[in-house]
């Protein structure tokens, strides 16, 4: 089969393979496995061949559209989900009860958007309950993790790959793809916060009512709230008012989709219908080198320092990153915790 190469901009040979082979050269991650998986799923779908029949796209993304928005401001996708059998509430049970409790979070859904994340009401419903009776109990409920399942998985893996051929040439080394599923009832609110991945929320089924801020805007989004938010000390933003002229607003239905780049604030108000969305999520090699070094300037500024931002400097940036993991290492090897060692940050997703 003869494959046809992407013409990149910022490649060392002017193609997906060399601006891969340029990420691999800096040492950054991931795995030599993971660099070659890239490379063939990038080779695979940049084929100039006829078109061999295979499973329908179930994205539509503007290429232009995305390579000017992507990780910059949000933009809408369309999809092709809406209706698709694993989302029925049935099957929603069905999976719910595959998969460990602690994947399952739900609460009350009558909250304002200044709510502390995960500090609604308990409805005092099981899942099962809550999901059966969702269009009038009031919850608001996300299945995380749903890759854990294969169906799921398969499901999860198929969107992304799509996602892929885009991101690739833009910010390579795509990796912890995880799947969110958000069920709520009508009028539900989701409370202001941000998530720390790549994110494109899928509308399946119902209305939302995206409120999103730039993540650059630091009148909303302070150096020192992204520093305490990496690092785990405070994973909790203050929202007020004089915000909300600021949010740019988006309205999805089945069928729509919208990007968030990292750490965008947002809050989320349902439709007067049952809501069931979709988030596909991943990381890369650069989206956490800058989690790395906001957890260096978070340990910096306790030492009473005050750190330029990522981006400032890249020679800074390089030195946070790699004198910041090689002091994590050492913590953990000597028993000791290490804040931000993980990168587990979750978030409140919707
Ligand atoms: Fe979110």
Known sequence: MRRALIPLANSENGTVQGAVATWWNRKSLPTKHQVATAIAKCDLLAT??????????????DGET?????????FLVRHH?????????????????????????YNGADISVATGLYEGPRTGLSVRD???????????????????????????????????????PIDPGMFRMEG????????????????????????IRGKK???????????????IT??????????????????????????????????FPTVAPHWVRNGDEVSVSFSITFRTPASERRRVVYCANADLRGKGLNPRPPGASTFRDLAKYYGFRARSGIKRALGGHSPCGSGKLGGRRG
Not at 66 to 74: D, K
Not at 182 to 188: A, D, K, L, T, V
């Open 48 to 61: 100039d061949d006829a078109p061999t029949p295979g499973p329908p796209r179930l994205l539509d993304i």
């Open 66 to 74: 995305f390579r000017a928005g992507f990780n910059r401001s949000p």
């Open 81 to 105: 989900l809406a209706g698709h059998p694993l989302f029925s509430l049935q099957r929603l049970i069905e999976l719910a009860n595959r998969l460990p409790e602690e994947k399952i979070k």
């Open 130 to 168: 809550t999901i059966q009776q969702i269009e009038e109990c009031r919850s608001w409920m996300v299945i995380n993790n749903v890759e854990l399942d294969p169906e799921y998985r398969q499901l999860l893996d198929r969107c992304l790959d799509e996602v892929r051929l885009f991101s690739e």
């Open 180 to 203: 969110f599923i958000f069920i709520s009832s009508p009028g539900s609110v989701t409370p202001f916060h941000m998530d720390p991945e790549y994110n494109f929320l899928l509308q």
């Open 209 to 223: 009512q995206i409120n999103i801020w730039n993540s650059g805007d630091r009148s909303v989004l302070s150096e």
């Open 226 to 259: 992204l520093e305490r938010y990496f690092s785990d000390v405070d994973r909790q933003i203050v929202f007020k008012e004089e915000y909300q002229q600021k949010a740019a607003i988006f309205e999805l239905t089945p069928g729509a989709g919208l990007h």
